[in-house]
């Protein structure tokens, strides 16, 4: 008989353990209604928020740089190389580069007020892209390429103009602008 209340009791002790297992089924749904209805009664109540949250991570948003260089046209008019009206906010500085064998063809990039110009890179696809670009902090003078165009040396000095740059190289190779990628970077190519 002994045999027999145990399994009788452990008979209890498994409704009673399913029982739980059911109550606690039970209970997360019902909390799970009180859930998502608390998330509804927020979203009705805040505000939307637009931009990066509401668009997928694949969207392209137009600021790919790989993108617009591949549209760079070979060769630049002045007025491709100026910067566009309206896109200064008033809390930039102008830079003017020239090549001392081109003098004629001009490109300008806009640093904010505490940034000055520099040679910089970023690699397309296994191709290296050298730009003149907004990232040089103080108040140096003098933009070098230093080893971006390999053991050749690109340096642009103050011309006479205010913010304005001659560039030269140091082993008389011809470089020329190669198209701008917003107002702050004009890419520069070997010619």
Wanted: glycine share 10%.
């Amino acid at each position: 008989m002994a045999i027999a209340s145990h399994k009788a009791v452990g008979i209890v002790f498994t409704l009673l353990g399913a029982g739980s297992v059911g109550a606690v089924a039970v209970s997360a749904v019902g909390e799970q209604k009180s859930i998502s209805k608390g998330v509804e009664n927020l979203d009705s109540q805040s505000p939307q928020l637009g931009g990066i949250l509401d668009s997928p991570l694949e969207k392209d948003d137009g600021n790919d740089p790989s993108a617009a260089t591949e549209e760079l046209p070979s060769t630049l008019n002045d007025d491709q190389l100026e910067d566009s009206e309206g896109e200064d906010d008033g809390k930039s500085t102008p830079y003017t580069f020239f090549f001392s064998q081109e003098r004629e063809k001009k490109a300008t990039v806009s640093c904010s007020e505490t940034l000055r110009p520099e040679f910089e890179y970023w690699d397309d696809q296994g191709v290296r892209k050298i730009y003149i670009g907004c990232s040089r902090e103080g108040q140096d003078t003098v933009v070098q390429s230093g080893v971006l165009f390999g053991p050749s040396k690109v340096t642009c000095t103050p011309s006479g103009k205010a913010n304005t740059f001659e560039c030269t190289s140091n082993d008389n190779k011809n470089y020329r602008f190669d198209g701008k990628w917003g107002s702050d970077k004009v890419f520069v190519k070997e010619t």
